[in-house]
């Protein structure tokens, strides 16, 4: 069965790529876990766009995030040490291992991450991408 689609126009050429980027990120995680914001900043006349995503990552030590970007894909993955030798009466914080990815446009920059107070705030940066006109000679 063949798949139609809104990039299968004879009109738009070469967009193959933008195409797996939606169904990659269609297909991430439906889990709820963790939570997360996505703000857009205030910016100032001549500044690129700012964003910044937020996640509840209460537990976790800094050596226990890994935060890459993998072919234009912010990915985030938690893991907690489950073998710390405690002999627990009731166990009501898990730990839990995560992955969350989010899918960045072309020119957008991470700028940074920080972790504090349970809060991993990661600053992004959408960067003008610059207009060029070139003119194509005809060969004879």
Same mark, same amino acid.
């Given at each position: 069965m063949?798949? /139609?689609s809104? #990039?299968?126009s004879?009109?738009?050429?070469? #967009?193959?790529? /933008? $195409?797996?980027?939606l169904? &990659? %990120?269609s297909?991430?995680s439906?889990?709820?876990?963790?939570?997360?914001?996505?703000?857009?900043?205030?910016?100032?006349e001549?500044? %690129?766009?700012?964003?910044? !995503?937020?996640?509840a990552?209460a537990? #976790?030590?800094?050596?226990? !995030?890994d *935060?890459?970007?993998e072919?234009?894909?912010?990915? !985030?993955?938690?893991r907690?040490?489950?073998?710390?030798?405690r002999?627990?009466l009731?166990?009501? *914080?898990a730990?839990?291992? #995560? %992955?969350?990815?989010?899918? /960045?446009a072309?020119?957008? $920059?991470? &700028?940074? %991450?920080?972790?504090?107070?349970?809060?991993?705030? !990661?600053g992004?940066e959408?960067?003008?991408?610059?207009?060029?006109v070139? &003119? *194509?000679? *005809?060969g004879?």
């Open positions: 063949t798949r /139609l809104v #990039f299968s004879p009109l738009l050429l070469g #967009f193959d790529e /933008l $195409e797996r980027m169904d &990659r %990120a297909k991430t439906g889990d709820g876990y963790p939570p997360y914001n996505i703000e857009r900043l205030p910016r100032a001549g500044e %690129a766009e700012r964003l910044r !995503i937020t996640l990552v537990g #976790f030590a800094r050596d226990e !995030i *935060i890459t970007i072919e234009n894909q912010l990915v !985030i993955r938690g907690q040490n489950d073998g710390d030798g002999d627990y009731h166990r009501g *914080i730990a839990r291992q #995560f %992955a969350r990815s989010f899918v /960045l072309d020119g957008m $920059e991470v &700028r940074g %991450a920080r972790l504090t107070n349970g809060l991993l705030e !990661i992004l959408k960067l003008e991408p610059k207009r060029l070139r &003119r *194509i000679e *005809i004879g």
